[in-house]
C-alpha cells in the first residue's frame, strides 16, 4: 500500500508543480496498480528524473522540502545511491587506443577465453588449446561429456611480455579440462574458473594444487556446496571474492577470504534477475560489483558490501541502452568500467567506456569480431582483449593504451 500511496501522492504533487502535459510519465511507464504490482528499479529512476526535471523547471532550490512520501518510500529515497548521476569529468576518462602490431610474434593459442594482468604489468591468457566447446559438451544435466579424455594436456596459462607480447613463461598443463575465467589478485594469485570442472579456484603461480577450490568436481548443482559453469571470478584488496556462477545459476556467490560464503547475489528483496554473468568487476571505491549480465544486454552494478553492508540489496546501478547488445567480458580502472559486447542481431562488436555513477555509457571505442574478456593493468596504463574463434588467427589478444 506504500508503493501506491507513493504514486498517488506524486501524481499530486507533479500536478501542482506545472500544469503542462510534460509532467506525465512516459507511455513505458503505465502500469496496472493493482495490490500484486512490484514497482521497479527502472520505475523509480525515471521517477527520480522526472522529480528533478520538474524542480528545475520551476527553479526550487534543493533545500526545499522534499515531497510528502509513504514512510518506507521515503526512507528509500533518503538512502539513495550517493554517486547517482555525478558525470565524470570528460577529462579525467580514459580514451583506449589500439596498439598497432602487437604481439610482435603470432602464436597459435587455442580459444582464448581470458586475459588478466599480474602485479608486475604481464598479461596472461587463459586458453583452451585443441578444445572447443560446442552443442556436443554438455548434456541436459550440465555433466561434461569429454572427462574421459582427461585435463588438456598442453600450458593453458601464457605469460606474456607487455611491450611485445611474447611468451615469457607457461604452465597448466594437465590441469584443466574446459577453462573460462582468469583473475589475478594484487598478491599474484591466480583466481580461475572451469566450465567443465564446474568449479573455481585460487593457485600460487606456476603450482598445480590449489589453495583453495570452491564447488564439487564434475557434480554440477544449485546448493550453496555446488558451482553450475562459473564464468568469472573478482577479489578484493580485502580478500573477499565474488563468483559468477554463471551458465546454470545465474547468480553471483560472495566469499570471505577463507571460502566461507556470505552473500548470495541476488536474494530477497533484491529486484534484481541476472541472465548469465559472463564476467565481473570490482570498483572499490564506489563499492560496487560490476556484472556483465549477458543475456539481459546490460551491466548491473549492485552494492558490493566491501565497506559495510548498508546498502546491500538497494536497487543497482544499471546500464542498458540500445547499442549495448550481449555483453561478454567487463573490467574496471578507477570509477570508469570498460566493457564489450559479443555478436548480436546487427549490433556494431566493439568497446564501451561506462560511467556507473550517471548510469551512461559515455564513449565507444574498437572493433571486435567475437571478443570474450578483458583486462586492465594494475597502473591503467593498458587494456587487454582476447578473442575467441576457430583458428589460431581469430583466437587472439589485444592491447590498447589508456590516454
Known amino acids: 500500500m506504500s508503493r501506491l500511496l507513493f504514486v498517488a501522492l506524486l501524481a499530486i504533487s507533479l500536478g501542482c508543480v506545472a500544469p503542462s502535459s510534460s509532467n506525465h510519465l512516459p507511455a513505458d511507464m503505465a502500469m496496472d496498480l493493482g495490490p500484486g504490482v512490484n514497482l521497479n ?13 520538474r524542480l528545475q523547471e520551476k527553479g526550487l532550490a534543493k533545500s526545499e522540502q522534499p515531497l510528502p512520501l509513504a514512510d518506507d518510500d521515503a526512507v528509500a529515497l533518503q538512502n539513495q545511491r550517493s554517486y547517482d548521476n555525478v558525470p565524470l569529468p570528460a577529462a579525467s576518462v580514459p580514451t583506449p587506443v589500439l596498439v598497432e602490431n602487437w604481439p610482435t610474434e603470432q602464436h597459435s593459442f587455442g580459444q582464448v577465453t581470458a586475459v588478466a594482468v599480474d602485479p608486475q604489468g604481464s598479461p596472461v591468457v587463459f586458453h583452451r588449446a585443441e578444445r572447443y566447446w560446442d552443442v556436443n559438451t554438455f548434456n541436459e544435466s550440465n555433466i561434461y561429456y569429454l572427462i574421459e579424455y582427461g585435463p588438456i594436456k598442453e600450458n593453458t596459462i601464457y605469460v606474456l611480455d607487455a611491450k611485445t607480447g611474447a611468451i615469457k613463461s607457461g604452465w597448466g598443463s594437465n590441469m584443466f579440462y574446459m577453462p573460462h575465467g582468469l583473475t589475478i589478485d594484487l598478491h599474484g594469485n591466480y583466481w580461475i574458473t572451469d566450465v567443465a570442472m564446474h568449479q573455481a579456484f585460487k593457485f600460487k603461480p606456476f603450482s598445480n594444487k590449489p589453495l583453495l577450490t570452491i564447488g564439487k568436481r564434475f557434480r554440477p548443482g544449485s546448493s550453496v556446496k555446488h558451482l553450475c559453469k562459473p564464468t568469472s571470478i573478482a577479489v578484493a584488496t580485502t580478500g573477499e571474492f565474488f563468483i559468477a556462477d554463471g551458465y546454470c545459476n545465474s547468480r553471483i556467490l560472495k566469499f570471505n577470504a577463507a571460502g566461507k560464503l556470505l552473500r548470495t547475489i541476488p536474494q530477497p528483496p533484491e529486484f534484481l534477475s541476472l541472465q548469465v554473468p559472463h564476467a565481473i568487476t570490482l570498483l572499490e571505491h564506489l563499492d560496487l560489483l560490476c556484472i556483465a549480465d549477458r543475456e539481459n544486454m546490460r551491466v548491473v552494478c549492485p552494492k558490493a558490501g566491501l565497506i559495510s553492508s548498508h546498502g546491500e540489496g538497494e536497487p543497482a546501478a544499471t546500464i542498458q541502452e540500445p547499442d ?8 574496471s580502472f578507477g570509477d570508469i568500467v570498460f566493457a564489450v559486447n559479443g555478436p548480436t542481431s546487427m549490433l556494431p562488436v566493439r568497446g564501451f567506456t561506462i560511467d556507473p555513477r550517471s548510469e551512461t555509457i559515455i564513449g565507444h571505442w574498437g572493433e571486435f569480431k567475437n571478443p570474450h574478456s578483458m583486462a586492465v593493468s594494475v597502473n591503467g596504463s593498458a587494456l587487454y582483449v582476447t578473442e575467441i574463434g576457430t583458428n589460431h588467427q581469430t583466437n587472439r589478444v589485444w592491447k590498447y593504451v589508456l590516454a
Open 41 to 53: 528499479e527502472r520505475f523509480f529512476d525515471q521517477v527520480r528524473a522526472l522529480i528533478k526535471r
Open 324 to 331: 549495448l547488445g550481449r555483453v561478454f567480458g567487463v573490467a
